[in-house]
C-alpha cells in the first residue's frame, strides 16, 4: 500500500505571535482538523498570548488559551508548503517554492475584545478561503 502524501503545512507569521498568528492557528486547526499541519511563530515574539484575542476565540468555542509565543526560525519556515505572514515586515524569511500570503490585518495588541472581535472574524474568512485553496490542491 502507497504512503500516504506528507500533510500540507501551514505557518503563520507576525512580529510578536500572540494575537493574528494565534487566532488563525486556532481557526485552521479547529476548521481543518487533522488534513493540516499547523505552524505559528514571530519574529520578536511576545510574553504570551493575547488576552482579548483568547476572550475572542473562547466566545467561538476556540481555545487558544494554552498557546505560547515562539521564535521564527529558518528551519520552521523551511518544513512549512505556505507562509502567511500578518504584519512581520522585513523580519519575515523568505524561501523559494512556498506559497506566500500576506494578510493585511489590524494589529490587535493592547485591544479590546470589542475591538478583536473584527479582526477575528476576518481571520476567520480567509482561513475559510486558505482551506479551500489547500483542498482544491490535493484535489
Not at 520552521?76 to 505556505?82: E, L, N, P, V
Not at 475591538?115 to 474568512?125: C, G, K, L, N, S
Amino acid at each position: 500500500m502507497p504512503a500516504s502524501p506528507p500533510l500540507p503545512s501551514v505557518l503563520f507569521v507576525c512580529v510578536h505571535n500572540a494575537g493574528r498568528s494565534q487566532m488563525a492557528a486556532g481557526f485552521l486547526r479547529h476548521l481543518a482538523g487533522d488534513r493540516v499541519e499547523v505552524r505559528s511563530a514571530g519574529s520578536a515574539p511576545g510574553d504570551g498570548v493575547n488576552p482579548s484575542a483568547v476572550a475572542a476565540m473562547a466566545e467561538l468555542g476556540i481555545d487558544i488559551s494554552d498557546q505560547r509565543p515562539k521564535v521564527l526560525t529558518p528551519e520552521t519556515a523551511r518544513a512549512s508548503d505556505y507562509i502567511i505572514t500578518m504584519g512581520c515586515g522585513d523580519a519575515c524569511p523568505y524561501f523559494p517554492g512556498k506559497t506566500y500570503l500576506d494578510w493585511q490585518l489590524d494589529d490587535p495588541a493592547g485591544q479590546g475584545v470589542e475591538a478583536v472581535r473584527p479582526i477575528r472574524d476576518e481571520i476567520r474568512t480567509l482561513i475559510e478561503g486558505l482551506i479551500a485553496e489547500i483542498d482544491a490542491k490535493k484535489a
